[in-house]
């Protein structure tokens, strides 16, 4: 889903990179308008009721100097994971689903 409400993304991944403790690796693109607008992802609040899924949020940030231009801007995410591992990985922008993914084990 993508329009004027629910910006363009691309290139969603998910996996979970060996290390003590396992961490959770999510990257991404937006497609931005505008050259002070920097993606961000974050734990969605509240929680998934089901621990098997985990819900990130993503908005945009404005900063510094303002010039239109469309261009597409990479977002990662990175998330110690200290019990068991999501199976699913669900995006949101402003409540929207914009992207599921499986994690891979």
Do not use: Y
């Not at 089901?50 to 990662?76: F, K, Q, Y």
């Not at 999501?86 to 599921?100: C, F, N």
């Amino acid at each position: 889903m993508a329009g004027d409400i629910v910006p363009q993304t691309r290139g969603w991944q998910v996996a979970i990179a060996t290390a003590e403790p396992p961490i959770l690796r999510v990257s991404g693109e937006i497609e931005l308008g505008n050259t002070n607008e920097r993606p961000r992802l974050s734990l969605s609040e509240p929680a998934s009721p089901d621990p098997s899924v985990l819900v990130l949020n993503l908005d945009v940030v404005i900063d510094g100097p303002s010039e239109l231009a469309m261009h597409w801007a990479a977002v990662a995410f990175r998330h110690p994971i200290s019990e068991a591992a999501p199976k699913t990985l669900r995006l949101l922008w402003m409540g929207v689903e914009i992207a599921s993914l499986t994690v891979a084990e």
